[in-house]
Every structure is written in structure tokens, then in C-alpha cells.
């Protein structure tokens, strides 16, 4: 099956500081990923829709200016958290959607971030 | 805007006995719906998807449209069974998917 990785997979970071996580589709190629906020013990929550060459779409209630996302090629999105605040504290996870899968999501295995 | 509802958080089974990890919507369109598993320390992964209408590791589910429900469903519990099931939902067409709080399935020897 496809695979995407995550870089990193932990970061403490203290607050007001800004954390980039990476998301890469490692053998095939991805025009749309998106990204998830994971709470502890909760769902996972959609928090924007990275698509290749264009600006990303944003969830209702997720500050586009403070998760930052670029998805400068069909490999590779990033999320960006900006000015980071303890309550910025999550695991992060992305997906990479594989048109040649019947345009299945494929996961990365997330990132924690802790902010101080 | 749509909603997935699980009302399990954690559904303990003894091996060999049936499962039936229970999934809600709502939606006024026409869904795909989808169940996704995570194993013990190990990422997202999708098990099946209510169009492919097949049979993975033994589990099926079930679009009932009337009842708005997407229950998955095994006969016989094993132990590698044991995981988070995520039920999620993705409108017709599109691809965003809107997940259930998950259920956590444990089979006991």
C-alpha cells in the first residue's frame, strides 16, 4: 500500500515559538492532503485540505493565519503552527489522498506537539 | 453539516464471540461511508468502505440507509481483532472525511 510519512514524529516547543511538521507521500504522488488535530481520547478532527499549487482550504473555526500549510509539490505538505500555545498541544496527523487507489486516504502515523 | 456517531468507547468481547461495533450519521445527501482501524501503536488504516461491499478480515458492515447506520460486524472475535474503530463518512463526491469518536475493541481470551 502507499505510505506517508510525518517528520517529526514528537516536538516540545516552547510557547510563542513556531513548529513546521512535513507530510510526505513516499511512492506515489499526492495533488490533496489533509490535515487532522487529534485530542486525547477524541476523533480526529479535519482541519484543512492541502491541495498542490493553490492555497489550502480551511475547516470552520481553524485559523488559516496560524496553521500555516504549503503544498509546494505532489510529494510534500507542511503544516506550519505559528506564535504556538499550550492549548496548540495535539497530535497531528495527515493524509495523503492516491488517486490510483480509488481515491483512498492513506495516513501518516502523526505528531505530537507539545507546547510549554 | 454531517455527523458520525459512535456510541461505544470501548466494546470488550471474548474470543470467538460476534462484534458488532455500532455507527450512526446523519447526513441529508447521499454519504460514502467508511470504517477505519488503528492497531496498537500503529497509524490509521482503512479496513472497508460501504461501495467496495466486501468482506475484510472477516468483518462486513452495512449501509441501512432507513436507519442511517453503518454497523460493522464479525462473527467471530479474534484476538488480533483488538483495535480502534473509526466509522467516518465522506459526502457523495467529495473526499473530506467526518469521523466518529471511535470505539475501542478489545477480545478476551
Known amino acids: 500500500g502507499a505510505v506517508v510519512s510525518q517528520h517529526p514524529s514528537w516536538v516540545i516547543c516552547k510557547s510563542g515559538t513556531s513548529v513546521k511538521i512535513e507530510c510526505r507521500s513516499l511512492?506515489?504522488?499526492?495533488?490533496?492532503m489533509f490535515w487532522y488535530r487529534q485530542f486525547p481520547k477524541q476523533s480526529l478532527m479535519l482541519m484543512a485540505t492541502?491541495?498542490?499549487?493553490?492555497?489550502?482550504?480551511?475547516e470552520q473555526g481553524v485559523e488559516k493565519d496560524k496553521f500555516l500549510i504549503n503544498h509546494a509539490s505532489l510529494t510534500l505538505s507542511t503544516l506550519t503552527v505559528t506564535s504556538a500555545h499550550p492549548e496548540d498541544s495535539s497530535f497531528y496527523i495527515c493524509?495523503?489522498?492516491?488517486?490510483?487507489?480509488?481515491?483512498?486516504?492513506?495516513f501518516g502515523p502523526g505528531t505530537r506537539l507539545t507546547v510549554l | 453539516a454531517q455527523r458520525v456517531t459512535q456510541p461505544e468507547k470501548l466494546l470488550s468481547v471474548f474470543k470467538g464471540a460476534p462484534v458488532e461495533l455500532k455507527c450512526n450519521y446523519s447526513?441529508?445527501?447521499?454519504?460514502?461511508l467508511f470504517w477505519y482501524v488503528q492497531y496498537s501503536r500503529q497509524r490509521l488504516q482503512l479496513l472497508l468502505r460501504?461501495?467496495s461491499r466486501e468482506s475484510i478480515k472477516g468483518f462486513t458492515a452495512d449501509l441501512n440507509k432507513g436507519e442511517t447506520s453503518f454497523h460493522l460486524k464479525k462473527p467471530f472475535a479474534q484476538e488480533e481483532d483488538s483495535a480502534m474503530y473509526y466509522c467516518?463518512?465522506?459526502?457523495?463526491?467529495?473526499?473530506?472525511?467526518?469521523f466518529g469518536t471511535g470505539t475501542q475493541l478489545k477480545v478476551e481470551l
Open positions: 467516518a463518512l465522506s459526502p457523495g463526491g467529495g473526499n473530506k472525511l467526518t
Open positions: 492541502s491541495n498542490e499549487g493553490s492555497k489550502a482550504t480551511y
Open positions: 511512492d506515489f504522488q499526492a495533488t490533496t
Open positions: 493524509s495523503a489522498l492516491a488517486g490510483a487507489s480509488n481515491n483512498e486516504q492513506f
Open positions: 447526513y441529508s445527501g447521499s454519504p460514502e
Open positions: 460501504h461501495i
